[in-house]
């Protein structure tokens, strides 16, 4: 491998929505997530619906109660 091209490989932190917090090794420091394998409905076995960015509220909006 060449010298001074790779970035430093350290000690991070990943943060989940749901507080789970889990320590491990990469080039950024601090990550948040929004799911994780602990909250995700996959590896639980829930289903529940995961909202990212108002995408059922807009569904709702542009094709719910206006519409019959």
Not at 11 to 39: F, L
Not at 51 to 60: L, N, P, Q, V, Y
């Amino acid at each position: 491998m060449r010298a001074e091209i790779h970035p430093e490989y350290e000690q991070t932190t990943i943060t989940c929505a749901c507080g789970e917090v889990i320590h491990t090794r990469s080039t950024k420091k601090n990550i948040r997530v929004e799911i994780c394998s602990k909250c995700h409905p996959f590896f639980t076995g829930e289903k529940k619906f995961v909202d990212s960015a108002g995408r059922i509220e807009r569904f709702k909006q542009r094709y719910g109660k206006g519409r019959k």
